[in-house]
């Protein structure tokens, strides 16, 4: 099956930035969407990020827009998240989040757990103000 890996999380001060990786093995899956999402201490996770492998387009939640970048590189398999102007808000397990089943998503549920048929362990980052 589908093997998810995040890494690149860790500690930074607000203002700071970083950038996680997903890397995505094997290579024989076709993903039609991929996403990033976090799940702060005492509440619930929230999609952050998403990524259309049709056209690459991407939207992104209202609390990361303008701060943060998904992307991919097709070659090394390997999803990205760059991350700046980081917020103590933004501490959170981050994880990657891929589907491998055909079908269009509507927007409004691009962040529909259920649509995501394999995850990641997560990483964690932590932003000190």
């Known amino acids: 099956q589908l093997q998810l890996v995040e890494s690149g999380g860790g500690s930074v001060q607000a203002g700071g930035s970083l950038r996680l990786s997903c890397a995505a093995s094997?290579?024989?899956?076709?993903?039609?969407?991929m996403a990033w999402f976090r799940q702060a201490p005492g509440k619930e996770r929230e999609g952050i990020a998403i990524i259309n492998f049709r056209d690459y387009s991407a939207y992104y939640a209202d609390s990361v827009k303008g701060r943060f970048t998904i992307s991919q590189d097709n070659a090394e398999n390997t999803l990205y998240l760059q991350m700046n102007d980081l917020k103590p808000e933004d501490t959170a397990m981050y994880y990657c989040?891929?589907?491998?089943?055909?079908?269009?998503?509507?927007?409004?549920?691009?962040?529909?757990?259920?649509?995501?048929?394999?995850w990641g362990q997560g990483t964690q980052v932590t932003v000190s103000s």
């Open positions: 989040a891929a589907r491998t089943e055909q079908g269009r998503l509507l927007s409004i549920s691009f962040f529909d757990e259920p649509h995501y048929n394999y």
């Open positions: 094997p290579t024989t899956y076709t993903t039609y969407y």
